[in-house]
C-alpha cells in the first residue's frame, strides 16, 4: 500500500514537470523518452543531458534568446544537466536556417569575442551549478579528412534538400554552397560526441535537430535524442520574430530603464505570449492573472508592469529593477497616454520631423514643421516648438503630435 503511495506520488510530480516542460514548445519528438527521464530523476537522483546551441554571431544575447534559456532553466529543476554550447566552430560557417542567401563567414577572433559575452550573460537565467559551457571548436578541430568523409557519407544530397529553405533556394537558381550542407552534419555530430537525450532549438532548426538523432543511431550510440523546437519570439513590433537587424529586440544587457520600458510597450496580446514563454510564473499563475483581467479585478496594464518587473529583475536586480519602474512612472504614467503605444527605435541625431513621418503621423516634412509650429507636438509632456528638434540622448521618448496621436521614441546609442 505505502508502495502504491509513493508511486503516484513520483506520477504526480513527473506530470507537473511534463506540463512546465511542453508548456509553449512548438513541437515535441520522443516525449515519452523525456518522461521516462524525468520519472529516473524522481525515483533515484539520475541526471540525463539538455543541449542548446548558440552560434556566437553577435556579441549579445536578447529576450528572443531566453526563450531556449529559460526552458533549459526549467529541465534543470527536473533533472536535466544543461549542456550550453557555444558554437564557435560552426558560427564561422553560418546556420543557413530561413536564410535566402550564403551567410558571410566570420573569423575565429570575432566568434571568440562574441563567446565571451555569452558566457558572462548566460547565468542571469541557467543554474551555474547545472551547466556545462562547452565549446565545439574543440573536437570539430581534431576531425581528419576521414572523419568529415564518415560524417558526410551519412547523409545524401536528396535528404539535405528536404530543407525548406535549400529547396527554396534551388528552385529560384540562387547559389547554395557545399559548406551549408555541413553546417547541420557538424551540429547533429555536437550531439554524438555530447552524448545528448534531448537537443532544444528554435522551430527553424528542426532539421538539424534531426540530423543529430540519426547520427547517434549512425554511430551506433546508446541514446537517440529527444527533440524540442520552441517558437520563435516576436519583437516590439508583435509580427517578425526578435531580431537586433530589424530593430525590434529586447537586449539582455541594455539598461534597467531602456529593458522596462521597451517590455511595456508590447500590445496586451503579445504579452500573454511574453508570460508563456520567458516568465518564470507557472502556467496556473498566468491563468489566473488572465482570470483576474477577465473579471476586472486587475487591469492588463498592471499585468505587462509585473512582467515588465520580472524580466528586468532577472536580467539586473530588484533595485534597479524598482528604479527602473519608479522613473516610468514618474514620466509615462499620466491617463491621458495609452499603454499600448506605437514603438519604433531610432539612432541619435534623428530629426524629428523624420520620425514622424516615419510614424505615418505626418506625410511630408512641410506638414510636419507646420504642425509643430502650431504647436501641436509635445516630447514628455512638454510642448517642443523646434522644428529642428533632434534627439541627441539616449533614452525614451513620448511623443504626442495633436490630440490623439502617440508614440515611443527609443533612442539608441
Not at 521516462?36 to 540525463?48: A, I, P
Amino acid at each position: 500500500m505505502q508502495k502504491d503511495i509513493k508511486n503516484q506520488s513520483i506520477q504526480d510530480k513527473v506530470a507537473l514537470a511534463m506540463k512546465e516542460i511542453s508548456r509553449g514548445c512548438a513541437e515535441f519528438i520522443g516525449a515519452e523518452y523525456i518522461q521516462s527521464l524525468v520519472t529516473k530523476f524522481y525515483e533515484n537522483g539520475s541526471n540525463f543531458i539538455v543541449k542548446a546551441g548558440f552560434d556566437p554571431t553577435a556579441p549579445d544575447l536578447h529576450l528572443g534568446h531566453s526563450v531556449l534559456l529559460q526552458k533549459l532553466a526549467t529541465f534543470q529543476k527536473y533533472g536535466g544537466r544543461v549542456k550550453f554550447l557555444i558554437g564557435n566552430f560552426t558560427a564561422t560557417i553560418g546556420d543557413p536556417s530561413g536564410k535566402s542567401e550564403t551567410r558571410k563567414t566570420l573569423t575565429f577572433e570575432e566568434v571568440a569575442q562574441n563567446a565571451k559575452t555569452y558566457e558572462e550573460q548566460v547565468f542571469k537565467i541557467l543554474d551555474r551549478d547545472k551547466t556545462d559551457i562547452c565549446f565545439n571548436k574543440e573536437w570539430l578541430d581534431k576531425l581528419t579528412s576521414v572523419d568529415i568523409m564518415r560524417l558526410t557519407a551519412q547523409y545524401s544530397v536528396a535528404r539535405m534538400m528536404e530543407r525548406d529553405d535549400f529547396e527554396k533556394r534551388y528552385k529560384e537558381n540562387l547559389p547554395i554552397s557545399i559548406v551549408e550542407f555541413m553546417y547541420p552534419l557538424l551540429q547533429g555530430y555536437d550531439s554524438v560526441v555530447l552524448n545528448c537525450d534531448i537537443e532544444l532549438g528554435g522551430n527553424d532548426q528542426k532539421f538539424n535537430l534531426l540530423v543529430g538523432r540519426s547520427l547517434q543511431r549512425a554511430y551506433q550510440c546508446s541514446k537517440e535524442q529527444s527533440v524540442m523546437t520552441m517558437p520563435l519570439l516576436e519583437g516590439l513590433d508583435g509580427i517578425n520574430k526578435m531580431s537586433k537587424s530589424l530593430n525590434n529586440y529586447i537586449g539582455v544587457t541594455e539598461s534597467p530603464k531602456n529593458m522596462y520600458a521597451k517590455i511595456l510597450s508590447i500590445s496586451d496580446e503579445l504579452m500573454w505570449r511574453y508570460y508563456e514563454l520567458i516568465s518564470e510564473k507557472s502556467l496556473d499563475e498566468i491563468q489566473a492573472l488572465k482570470d483576474d483581467i477577465k473579471e476586472n479585478k486587475l487591469h492588463p496594464k498592471k499585468v505587462k508592469e509585473m512582467l515588465a518587473y520580472e524580466i528586468t529583475k532577472r536580467f539586473h536586480n530588484d533595485e534597479k529593477a524598482k528604479e527602473a519602474q519608479d522613473e516610468f512612472n514618474l514620466i509615462f504614467s499620466k491617463k491621458e497616454i495609452p499603454s499600448d503605444l506605437t514603438t519604433i527605435n531610432i539612432k541619435k541625431g534623428e530629426w524629428i520631423c523624420k520620425v514622424l513621418m516615419d510614424l505615418d503621423f505626418c506625410k511630408s516634412s512641410s506638414q510636419a514643421m507646420r504642425d509643430i509650429k502650431a504647436g501641436a507636438l509635445s516630447i514628455n509632456q512638454e510642448k517642443q516648438l523646434d522644428e529642428n528638434f533632434k534627439f541627441l540622448t539616449s533614452g525614451d521618448f513620448i511623443i504626442k503630435l495633436g490630440k490623439r496621436k502617440f508614440a515611443k521614441i527609443i533612442v539608441n546609442d
